[in-house]
């Protein structure tokens, strides 16, 4: 990390003025304070570049057509659990966990 601090001091230079600019810009538009920031309910990724959308969950379609390695469309399920997943499911089902929550 120091060296590449160093190499980076050396090399680059970057003016004030952007400096300010693309701070100014970064905290206003991508992280101002209290600005949520949001999350794919699916995947849980939270990238601020992103754009997401609400969506009703029922209206979405429950199969899609996918192209799979062969060239061929196939169809699948997009809200179908695995068995794996189903017995996960089922053993999470009954049990109790604590959550601390910070003062």
Same mark, same amino acid.
């Given at each position: 990390e120091? +060296?590449t601090?160093?190499?980076? =001091?050396?090399?680059?230079?970057v003016?004030? +003025? !952007?400096?300010?600019?693309?701070? /100014?810009?970064?905290?206003?538009?991508?992280?101002?304070?209290?600005?949520?920031?949001?999350?794919c309910?699916?995947c /849980?990724?939270?990238d601020?570049?992103?754009t997401? !959308?609400?969506?009703?969950?029922?209206?979405?379609p429950?199969?899609?057509?996918?192209?799979?390695?062969g /060239?061929?469309?196939?169809?699948?399920?997009?809200?179908?659990?695995?068995p794996? =997943?189903?017995?996960?499911?089922? /053993?999470? =089902?009954?049990k109790?966990?604590?959550?601390?929550?910070?003062?």
């Amino acid at each position: 990390e120091d +060296e590449t601090a160093a190499l980076l =001091q050396r090399c680059v230079h970057v003016s004030d +003025e !952007t400096k300010r600019r693309l701070l /100014g810009e970064w905290s206003d538009e991508r992280m101002a304070h209290a600005l949520p920031l949001h999350a794919c309910a699916s995947c /849980g990724v939270r990238d601020p570049s992103l754009t997401y !959308t609400r969506v009703d969950v029922s209206a979405l379609p429950r199969t899609v057509s996918v192209r799979v390695a062969g /060239g061929e469309d196939e169809t699948r399920h997009v809200f179908e659990l695995s068995p794996e =997943q189903c017995a996960k499911y089922r /053993g999470l =089902q009954n049990k109790k966990v604590r959550l601390a929550f910070p003062n």
